[in-house]
Nanobody, 119 residues
């Protein structure tokens, strides 16, 4: 059984920083890419950042220059370093992984971690 577990959310003042982690476990052969999404109340889920197994990254315009996605393959973990946080970054942050498991490719989601930025 594959699991994705996020951690690192919390309450921070505007201008502050947080680092989110997403750790995958289970009978995973490899990962193709992983994403961080966020969803604020009443809003659509937004793709924030992506990273491939080769290390290529991509970011939403709203977070470029402030957020950094990275991976530690030895720890099966992807991170989202969030700097200069703004109140509009407040949301539940979820990670999604596109994985090779038991001979097929599937998407898996974590449970989400709340990030709240106060003004």
């Amino acid at each position: 059984q594959v699991q994705l577990v996020e951690s690192g959310g919390g309450l921070v003042q505007a201008g502050g920083s947080l680092r989110l982690s997403c750790t995958r476990s289970g009978r995973i052969f490899s990962f193709n890419f992983m994403n961080w999404y966020r969803q604020a109340p009443g809003q659509q889920r937004e793709l924030v950042a992506s990273i491939t197994s080769g290390g290529s990254t991509n970011y939403a315009d709203s977070v470029k220059g402030r957020f950094t996605i990275s991976r530690d393959n030895a720890k099966n973990t992807v991170y989202l370093q969030m700097n200069n946080l703004k109140p509009e970054d407040t949301a539940v942050y979820l990670c999604r992984a596109n994985l090779w498991v038991l001979g097929k490719v599937s998407d898996y989601w974590g449970q989400g971690t709340q990030v709240t930025v106060s003004s």
